[in-house]
């Protein structure tokens, strides 16, 4: 749990919402941190995880589409 409380922490701060999606990922196994263009998600997602390695903490991080079908990406 350690390193996931930073990992929301180093995203988004001590916030509220923060810890609302930390308890979501911990109670239901997935959460959104963040809605980005495709780039900037995959940006992210790839520090995460590069962070992660280098802690040696086995931490799932991935992006996927939005699922409002109005939303274009590009």
């Known amino acids: 749990m350690t390193w996931l409380v930073l990992a929301f922490a180093l995203q988004l ?19 959104v941190a ?7 998600a995959e940006a992210k997602v790839q520090e995460v995880l ?12 991935s992006s996927e589409p939005d699922e409002d079908p109005k939303e274009t990406d590009g």
């Open 13 to 31: 701060g001590y916030t509220p919402e923060a810890t609302a999606i930390m308890l979501n990922v911990h109670q239901r196994g997935i959460g």
């Open 34 to 40: 963040g809605v980005y263009t495709r780039e900037i």
């Open 50 to 61: 590069n962070a992660a390695e280098q802690a040696e903490f086995p931490l799932l991080c």
